[in-house]
């Protein structure tokens, strides 16, 4: 099995900066894709940022510039440091992954709970 953990969230005034972390454990093989999704209501799930299976990264246009991902191989944790905080960027975010978990011959895609960002105006 494998979990997801994010932390990070919370309540931020425009312009300000949070940093959300994701941590991937479990009877892990191999990570092929990591990245964060956001969910705002009324709206559908779309993706913010993350590594591809080909280690390119990729940013949904209205963070570019303002948020960064990264990640720790050997913590298996992607971060989102997300700075110039907007009101619409209020949204629950995900952690996302594509992994092989040992003894699995393919791999699945594993999603956290969520953690709630709220950027007031």
């Known amino acids: 099995q494998v979990q997801m953990v994010e932390s990070g969230g919370g309540l931020v005034q425009a312009g300000g900066s949070l940093r959300l972390s994701c941590a991937a454990s479990?009877?892990?093989?191999?990570?092929?894709?990591m990245g964060w999704y956001r969910q705002a209501p009324g709206k559908q799930r779309e993706l913010v940022a993350g590594?591809?299976?080909?280690?390119?990264?990729d940013y949904t246009d209205s963070v570019k510039g303002r948020f960064t991902i990264s990640r720790d191989n050997a913590k298996n944790t992607v971060y989102l440091q997300m700075s110039s905080l907007k009101p619409e960027d209020t949204a629950v975010y995900y952690c996302?992954?594509?992994?092989?978990?040992?003894?699995?011959?393919?791999?699945?895609?594993?999603w956290g709970r969520g953690t709630q960002v709220t950027v007031s105006s």
């Open positions: 996302n992954a594509d992994i092989t978990g040992v003894g699995s011959w393919h791999p699945a895609t594993y």
């Open positions: 479990g009877s892990i093989f191999r990570i092929h894709a």
């Open positions: 590594f591809s299976r080909g280690g390119t990264t």
